[in-house]
């Protein structure tokens, strides 16, 4: 059973900072990891996928890098900005079969001015 | 292109309603998922769907909740004799394909049992 480990839980920075976030999971059979943003009250916004065979994908400020072998994930948020304060989940697509995702529960970032 | 569009956003309900939620899936996706999100939890999978077919359903509760997607129309959750516990959001995602691909989630049905 698949299982994933979000650290740090919450994250309080000031603007400007560049973060790191961390994304563990049990099970190193998967066809990729998700990486989304929940705003508070939200829904999940999709930021970057990143295929089992691929070591990282960019997408502007972010670059999340994968490791499939230790099951480990980040993600870089660089020159953090107030916009980007929400919480961060990171999802493994396991092989079992449905494009099934196993959910952290995230790390709340706060950027404060 | 319109996201993943659920409906309503917000639902209140008496113990012992029904709640019934709708998803519409992104144009061009036939696989539809549901995941539940109960207060300070993560996102739980609670079956997964294609028109007609149910594909997964191993994180449904066994009893009082059953998922649809017809051939026409939305993918309906629906749950009956609500309980407190039951209160929580529900998310639906869909995608054009069963594995390895993104997934787009809808921005939540908030469902609360008074």
């Known amino acids: 059973k698949q299982e994933v480990t979000q650290i740090p839980a919450a994250l309080s920075v000031p603007e400007g900072e560049n973060l790191v976030l961390n994304c563990s999971f049990t099970d190193s059979a998967i066809y990729n990891l998700q990486w989304f943003r929940q705003d508070p009250g939200k829904g999940l916004t999709s930021l970057l996928l990143?295929?089992?065979?691929?070591r990282e994908q960019t997408s502007g400020r972010l670059n999340a890098s994968l490791d499939k072998s230790s099951g480990r994930s980040t993600l870089y948020i660089a020159a953090s900005q107030p916009g980007d304060s929400a919480t961060y989940l990171c999802a493994p697509e396991g092989t079992g079969g449905g494009n099934k995702l196993t959910f952290g529960t995230g790390t709340q970032l706060k950027v404060e001015l | 292109n319109a996201g993943v569009m659920q409906n309503p956003r917000h639902l209140v309900r008496r113990r012992g309603q029904e709640a019934r939620l709708r998803c519409s899936p992104m144009k061009g996706h036939s696989h539809v998922y549901w995941y539940r999100q109960l207060p300070e939890e993560g996102l739980k999978f609670m079956v997964y769907?294609?028109?007609?077919?149910?594909?997964?359903e191993s994180g449904m509760p066994k009893e009082r909740f059953s998922a649809e997607f017809p051939k026409e129309g939305p993918s309906i959750l629906r749950i009956q004799q609500v309980v407190r516990g039951d209160s929580a959001a529900y998310f639906c995602?869909?995608?054009?394909?069963?594995?390895?691909?993104?997934?787009?989630f809808g921005q939540g049905t908030r469902l609360t049992v008074v």
């Open positions: 990143i295929q089992s065979s691929q």
């Open positions: 995602a869909s995608s054009p394909v069963g594995i390895d691909t993104e997934a787009f």
């Open positions: 769907l294609q028109k007609e077919n149910i594909i997964d």
